[in-house]
């Protein structure tokens, strides 16, 4: 946060990958199918903590003179940080998001999580309803997004084996029901 602006912070993010990425590139390394996906953090001291900055990156990114970069960086939609980071919604990524944005974003993971902060990975089963609409709801906006092509869980914090299970299976659910909703 003390580094300079938010400008040259990008910048400087920017410059670093790219310089990664030629490394990589002149090292031979095959880069085709390579996704680099930047994550929101909630909170006032990230570079990448709301919708705004999230839309600002987008278009730095779609304007930066290195192709590599063009190319592989985008970023990772986690469903808890950008509700608790701005209340972004599914209907907010559908309806309002820039295309250069929504082309951007690579990778998905949910987690369940309290409204009021992101303490621990609670089971998806046992989260209250109106939460779990709203996680299908987003699974409906990410299918709708032709960079993704999986939705992880993440369950590094939670709080039993049992809740990772449950997770799963829940989420199987979901997506079988909108398999069957998108296919009438």
């Given at each position: ?69 063009r190319s592989y960086v985008g970023f990772n939609l986690d469903v808890a940080h950008w ?63 032709s960079t993704v092509d999986h939705v992880s869980l993440e369950y590094e914090a939670a ?26």
């Amino acid at each position: 946060a003390h580094q300079g602006s938010e400008d040259d912070l990008m910048e400087t993010v920017l410059e670093r990958l790219s310089i990664a990425m030629n490394d990589l590139s002149v090292d031979g390394s095959d880069l085709s199918g390579l996704r680099l996906a930047l994550e929101l953090e909630p909170g006032p001291i990230y570079l990448l903590r709301n919708q705004e900055t999230l839309e600002k990156l987008a278009a730095k990114i779609d304007s930066y003179d290195c192709q590599l970069v063009r190319s592989y960086v985008g970023f990772n939609l986690d469903v808890a940080h950008w509700w608790l980071a701005d209340k972004i919604t599914a209907k907010w990524l559908d309806e309002d998001a820039s295309e250069q944005l929504r082309s951007r974003i690579y990778h998905s993971h949910i987690s369940g999580h309290s409204h009021r902060g992101h303490f621990g990975d609670y089971s998806l089963a046992r989260i209250p309803s109106g939460q779990a609409v709203d996680f299908r709801g987003w699974l409906r906006a990410i299918t709708r997004l032709s960079t993704v092509d999986h939705v992880s869980l993440e369950y590094e914090a939670a709080p039993s084996q049992r809740d990772v299970v449950e997770s799963v299976q829940a989420l199987n659910r979901w997506l079988r029901r909108l398999e069957k909703e998108t296919s009438t």
